[in-house]
Structure formats: C-alpha cells, structure tokens
DNA sequence: TCTGGGGTCCTAGGACCC
DNA sequence: TCTGGGGTCCTAGGACCC
C-alpha cells in the first residue's frame, strides 16, 4: 500500500505554528511581491476568498473580516517541511518527498498491521512534533492514494486518514469520485473527458486504452491503470534537478538598461549557487525578458535565448557574464520590463566535468566561490556579492508582512513573557 | 516503371504538478 | 498601484546519419 501524506494548509499552519492567538481565525500567505493569494486557512477559504486572489483587491475585505495576512516566508516553510518530513521516515523507510507539503509513504510487508491505526500515530506524532496538521490516505496505488486522501480531508468522521484496503471500497468510492478533482486531470484534459460525457473516475477506467493514449498520451494512460488499481507508479527517488531557474517579477516596469542588468546578473548568481548546492554544472543557459502582460495598452516585448556556453561552468563570475552577453541579445530599449528570469540546463555533476582543449572554466573560481558559499551561509544570502550587482538592494521585493524565521535565525526565534 | 530502411538528436509546444 | 515561482515529462516534426 502506498500513503500520501499532505499538510493541511501548509504555509497558513506554519503561519499559525507560533502564533497561537490566530488558531481559529482566517489567515491567507501571499505570492513574492505580496501579489496574489497562495494559500489560506480553513476559515479563510470558508470567507469564500479564492486561490490567486489579488491582493490590492482584497485589502478593505481582508481589513473587514479581520484576515491575517502574510508574504510568504519560505525560510519558515521549508524548515518546518523538512522536520515533517523527517518525522515520517520513522514509520516506514521508503519516502518520496513529493513537494513542500506532501510526502508518498509505500508500506509494503505490513498485512499484519492495522493502517489506519498506523496513519493515526503518524498524525498524532507529527502533531505534537511540529504542530503541523497533517492528512492521510491509503491506497493500493499512488494516484488512488491521493483519493484517499482527498477523502480523508472531506471526511472529518475519519480522524484524518482513510484507508481503501478493499475492492469494495474502492469501487463505492471511485464511482462517486469525479474526475476533476483527480491528480494528473487537468484543465485541457477535463474538458476533453468531460465532452465524452466522462464525470467520475469509474467512467474514466472505463474508456478504451486507445482512446486514453491517443488523447493524453502515455501519462494519461499510466493514469488509467493506476486508478484501476493497477500499480504502475513506485515511489521516486531524489534526482538532482535537471533545470535551475530564478526568475522575478520587478517591483515597477524597468526601462533602463542598467536595471535590467543587474536583475539578470543577480539571477545568475543565484542560479550558480543553486547549482553548486547540488554539486552540478551547466552547459547552457536560457535568459528571457518579458513586458508586463496585464497591460495591454502598452507595447509588449518577449525575448528569450538559450544559449550554449563554451564550457560547462557553475562559477557566478562567469554564469553572470554569460548571461549578460545573452541579454545584449534580446534586450531592446524602449520597453517596460517587468519580469526577467536565468535558467541553467543541462546540468550535470561538477565532479564529471570534461575538460575543454581552449577554454575551460576558471579553475580558481571554484575556492573563491566556495568562500563566498561559506560566507552568504553565515551572514545570510547575497550579503557577500558581485561588484556588478545592486550592492544598497537588500531585497526589492514587496514583503511587508513578512513573519519572523522563527526556526532558522537565532536572533527572529520567539520571545515568550512571563 | 521505379525511386529503402532504420536510426538519433534537437526543438517547440503542450500537458501536468506543487 | 496591482495580478508568483519553480519544476517534470511527453510528442511531433525536422534535420541529419549510415
């Protein structure tokens, strides 16, 4: 059997974790930039207010129905995540750890044990580990585990963990499921089934494998058979990224050159470190400038390039100037650009590099960036940077109500008076 | 009249996920 | 004023190889 463990709410939970006087009260975190709502409470979404809700558009409703609100704070996040995470390697060893807030759990060789009294200890001890509520589903197959628990959540009587641990249930249940609320159902693909006169999972098993694969391809039918109960997904082990992108939205429309340019080379920088993090390098990178596409009234300009570099490298001083030989490329005056992005591909293991005959990467940048790694890791990121870059821009991003990293900076931990 | 067969690599675009 | 960011996998078609 397989398990999907899933945070309730995550980023509003963690919101809460050490502000106990918000328990019971709506809370929504917002995007980068404070742009729009990424995730909300319980009660903020029983106040009818929607996922990708902006938010200038909401403040006076937010003020009115005393919504708490917060940018979000990924340093918090992704630290509770990962004691989450931990907490659940206890009860069985194989773990995928699916994204920030789920995990697949495979329970194989325990027949002789109750699941669900297994998925309620595993609730209780995250509960009182973390604080983190969390949800449980069982299922014979990973796209059946996420019903599960989709059920768990929808069904307060389970306590937080449903198990489908027979052919009975499973069928009751898939013949009620419908189709849009499944894992691997999107929106073009619930239009298609939906003009078949597909509604509930059932029917969807039901559909000849022709059919499936023709339309949604491969995936789509691998789909098929796992909601028939057929195992045909196993739990995936943890790949160093293929892709690294760092891309932002800018706080206004940047029409200079300059601005522009730092922007890139600040995302080069980070994108090298992020690949030295996973001890990779890159032999191509993609750079893109894009004009504000909510505007219409003003002239748009979308420009991408990738480009392969002449020897694989993961040292900021170079990824930075290559990116911005990119960018002389596309750039064009006379734009407002609102958004720029530099991604690394073609990754590979820095330990695999093959040398080049002409031009290799700096073999002496590899100690420098190691110290200034060591450097940003202890004083905070971007403090050590390129003479290039902004060197007064702590950060340009709209976050105005950050919360502290409680977990993660000694001096932001909580204060309690007694 | 007839003009093969079997591959790989690359790119763009589409679909999905959180 | 303002509307996020970061990933994966698959397919079709073109260019090229022997």
């Given amino acids: 059997m397989f398990a999907l463990v899933d945070c309730n709410n995550f980023y509003a939970s963690c919101e809460r974790l050490f502000r106990p006087d918000l328990v019971g009260k709506p809370i929504v975190v917002l995007s980068n930039n404070d742009g729009c709502v990424i995730a909300r409470s319980k009660e903020a979404k029983d106040l009818g207010i929607k996922m990708g809700a902006q938010a200038f558009m909401n403040e006076r409703f937010f003020r009115d129905n005393n919504v708490h609100v917060f940018s979000s704070n990924y340093a918090l996040y992704g630290d509770i995540s990962s004691r989450v995470m931990g907490m659940l390697s206890v009860f069985t060893p194989d773990v995928e750890v699916y994204s920030i807030d789920e995990s697949f759990l495979k329970f194989d060789g325990f027949d002789y044990f109750s699941l669900q009294e297994i998925g309620l200890k595993m609730r209780k001890a995250v509960t009182q580990g973390t604080g983190i509520p969390i949800s449980i589903g069982f299922a014979p197959t990973k796209a059946l585990a996420k019903i599960a628990n989709k059920l768990a959540k929808k069904r307060p009587e389970t306590g937080g963990v449903y198990v489908m641990n027979s052919v009975e249930r499973l069928e009751e249940e898939i013949a009620k499921f419908t189709i849009d609320d499944v894992w691997g159902i999107g929106p073009q693909h619930f239009k298609r089934l939906q003009a078949m006169g597909i509604r509930t999972v059932l029917q969807f098993t039901q559909l000849p494998d022709e059919w499936v694969q023709k339309h949604m391809s491969i995936v789509g039918l691998r789909l098929k058979r796992e909601l028939a109960g057929i195992r045909t997904l196993d739990l995936e082990e943890a790949k160093p990224k293929q892709n690294i992108a760092i891309t932002r939205s800018f706080n206004e429309n940047y029409t200079e050159w300059d601005k522009v340019k730092e922007r890139v080379i600040t995302f080069a920088t980070i994108c090298a470190e992020r690949l030295r993090a996973q001890d990779s390098t890159c032999r191509v990178i993609q750079v893109f400038v894009l004009t504000n596409r909510f505007r219409a009234d003003q002239p748009q300009h979308n420009k991408s390039i990738t480009m392969k570099l002449p020897f694989p ?24 650009y609102k958004k720029a992005g530099v991604l690394a591909m073609e990754l590979a293991p820095a330990a695999d590099t093959q040398r080049m005959i002409f031009e290799n990467s700096d073999p002496r940048h590899a100690n420098l960036m190691a ?29 105005e109500r950050l919360s502290p990293r409680y977990t993660t900076r000694i001096n932001e931990i909580i204060t309690i008076s007694c």
């Fill in 371 to 399: 110290v200034v790694d060591k450097l940003n890791h202890a004083l905070g990121q971007q403090k050590v940077k390129l003479a290039s870059q902004d060197l007064d821009r702590v950060w340009k991003m709209k976050q």
């Fill in 313 to 336: 490298t993961n040292s900021g001083l170079e990824l930075a100037h290559f990116a911005v030989d990119a960018l002389k490329r596309i750039y064009q005056p006379g734009y407002g």
